[in-house]
């Protein structure tokens, strides 16, 4: 991948939590790269470490417990030069440049993300005011309501000056979106950004994201439970589990022909319309990432696991175009 396209690349991140009993691996060798204008989706279950590799790449990883131990976060600028992210403080002027204007990100929860106390106007414009060239009052507030009308909310003029609680969960992530979006960023963070949503709502603002990333030719990093939402949205598809990456691949693939036994789970205990099938659950749970087991992490849970899952964790392969991380495809990569 040339740096012409490149906008993030991620290498080898390791993300640590220092606790009472021992050193949590929150986030444990992730490498990736997200091309301009692409989508890359990151799916597992909860404690798999995706909103803790978003965290990272923002430089908001809770201090002083949580440190990144290991590996580089190069961002690419428009002109191809790069800088590795991971180089400097969370509250360095460099990264306060790049937090909100070279790189935004929607929050999981809306409503605990916007000001209670402040109009959702205002906090659009504070953003703007951080990182843009605005002289006057009235052009804040005017690109503060042209955002807003952007994302679909309607009535922009009055919208503008009323507070998030007289805002519906879908306006508030609408809101979210113009805030992150109103500078302009090269990189969109989306970490669940449909999870407190209805379907319906849920649909609108995933087209709503696809229209403005065509509109601005942005990148965005996807993160969810929801294989289904995926489907829809990426281009290729990270699976994690125990802070690792266990398969990734593109989107078409994975979902034809899925490798790693936790990615087969996960689409097996989604529901699909027209499928009259029970759902199977994958059994167990996602262990504790104080006690690891030996060998491969999702050996308890597998349903093929071997001998050698016991006692070796698995390297990566690359079956066709596919990473995976399981020694089912040993005898391929031979």
Known sequence: MSSTNCVINVNNLHTFFNTENGIVKAVNGVSFSIEKGKTLGIVGESGCGKSMTSMSVMNLVPRPKGYIAEGEIN???QDGSKIDLTKFDHDSETMRKIRGNEIAMIFQEPMTSLNPVYTVGDQIIEAIKLHQDYSSKAELRERAIDMLAKVGISAPQNRVDEYPHEFSGGMRQRAMIAMALSCNPRLLIADEPTTALDVTVEAQIIELMDQ???DMNMSIMF?????????????????????????????KSLFKEPKHP????????????GRNQRLEPIEGSVPDLLHLPVGCDFYNRCPRAMEI??????????????????????KEEQ
Do not use: N
């Not at 690792?244 to 989107?251: A, G, I, L, Y």
């Open 223 to 251: 993160i969810t439970h929801d294989l289904g939402v995926i489907g829809d949205v990426a281009d290729e598809v990270m699976v994690m589990y125990t802070g690792k990456v266990v398969e990734k691949s593109d989107t």
């Open 262 to 273: 936790y990615t087969k789970g996960l689409l097996k205990s989604r529901p699909v319309i």
């Open 309 to 330: 899952c016991k006692t070796e964790e698995p390297p990566v392969f690359e079956v066709a175009d596919c990473k995976v991380k399981c020694w089912l495809y040993r």
């Open 212 to 214: 403005l990333q065509q």
């Open 75 to 77: 961002y690419y600028y």
